[in-house]
């Protein structure tokens, strides 16, 4: 009983956790069909500068509790920053080229924030542990949790709320939704599709780098956590149904448990884990779970 | 006699002959480059067919861990067996896979591959028989019966090996590609329907490319962890598979000889950039990368047939 529940619990913060990331990676491959690997560097670019400005929040002797503020700012700050310098300084010139060339080009894009982040940070791990412990903790059935995770989970919750919300309420969603689903139609019908493309990927690019900041607490922070994370943010894409956010959002929770139940039953198949459940789903449903049917091309 | 093929023959006698007298970085750069070569061979064929992989670490690994593993679990050590054992074993698994990628595009091949070869680093990642993350160290004590114990002779007989079956596979590919069957992967690229309507098998043609371009992998890999004399399972960590996409796009897949050419160029750059600026050589990757893709779409390689064609219009 107690492992099953804990199962549930460490699942349900895990699938919060590859949501967040998931969510603005789909959201961009939905509107401008590019798999994003740089999000991965967008990621650990919001881990390194929320660790960095919190660091030195409560260095300065300010209210720890305001070290959540400086991180959400950390986030967007990364978000409005990189999401328009990347999209204009360089997608907008690739667009109409093969899916595959943008995967690429974000791969070199990826490399190259690699070093970047490098080149700033230096290579040395940093930690910001305060706001994790800053919540306090809470105990059922004699296991301990800290509320850092509810955090987490609200942030999930929060995401994938709002952008359904603003997908399907707002005028700005919906004439997303036309871009989305015909971005030729749409430009023809006055819409500014360039702008939304800025819009789109600002926000996903935000998404990562809030990703990274309320992970940036958990572990330590150094080079390479871009890398690992993008290929988890891949699987449960993929797994989703490229483009679909009630996809990722089931994905996110399906693999967040699996994982979750294999490192309390069998720890040494973690990992392998993850990317079986990618493997199988996508052998019986080659696009994903969520996926829209497309015309055969002749 | 094909051109291609006597430039290839007349590059593998040059690479020998000379292999003698080179200092052993250029030795050891060579025959990374020529690993590296190999497993892009495999990959132009598969992007002439019109498929991208992201997971072609996973026979670059098994080739590796293939021929490493014959020593503590059979022990044997002769370089001839690990380069078998590395075929039959990338031919088996790529013969099985095949069944299911062969219907993925695009993406989602791209995907599934990613996703197999993940599989295998979770596995071996954790399994501690095999060293975990930390891999183990690979011998190869003999080469067709001869010790390759003497160090300075032994190295250089790998080498004489590493360039010798390189040199094969780039022939036979090459042979291959000017064979109907091989022809036909361009063809696939362009209009798939049209050449099931042609009467050739779509699934069947690319099952065999998706093979031999396994193999290929496979025994770049064993090759590789001979040279280098250790593996470990970031062979198949996608960062791996994506640096040999980088490779292929780089070097353009209009001939056979580009993916050497490409490979030099990749090793070379890396090693110089990290010798030089260990911080900045991933950086210098990326925009090398940006550069190709915007102004030499067709790689590398399409610096000399320009030239070429200026030549004979």
New interface residues.
Partial sequence: MISFLAILIDGLIYSSWLFIIAAGLTLIYGVMKI?NIAHGSLYALGAYTAASLSGLWLSMGFAPIGSFVIMLLSAILVGIILGPIIERG?LR??YGRD???L???T??????L???I??IWG?NPYYLYQPYALLGSFEILGLTYPNYNFLLLGSAVFTGLSLTWFLQKTQQGKILIAVIHDSEIAAAQGINVEKFYLITFTLGATLAALGGVLTAPMISVQPGIG?ETI?LA??VV?VGG?GSLPGAALAALVIGLVRAGTVHIIP?????????V??TV??FR??GLFSSQEERK? | MDRTLAFISIGAVTLILSGYAMPQWAVFLTTVSLCYGTVVLGMILLVRTGLVSFGHGLYFCLGAYAAGTLKPFFGLSELVFMLIAAILVTTITSFALGFLLRKYRDIFFAMLSLAFSMILYGLLSKSTELGSTDGFNVTAETAFGIALSELEYGRYLIFVITVGTSWLCCTLLHLYLLSNKGKLAEAIRDNELRVEYLGASVNNIIHINYVISAVLAGLGGALMSISIGHIDPEMSYWTTSGEFVFITIMSGSSSVIAPFLGAAVFTSIRSFAYEYSPDTWQLLLGVTMLVIIVFLPEGLWSLFSKIKKKGSP
């Fill in positions: 798999l360089l010139f690739m899916e595959i060339v995967v690429l080009v791969y070199a894009l990826f490399l190259i690699e070093d970047v490098k080149l290579v890398a290929v891949f699987a993929v490229l040494e198949l973690d990992l392998f884990s993850v990317y079986l990618m493997a996508l052998i080659p696009k002749i």
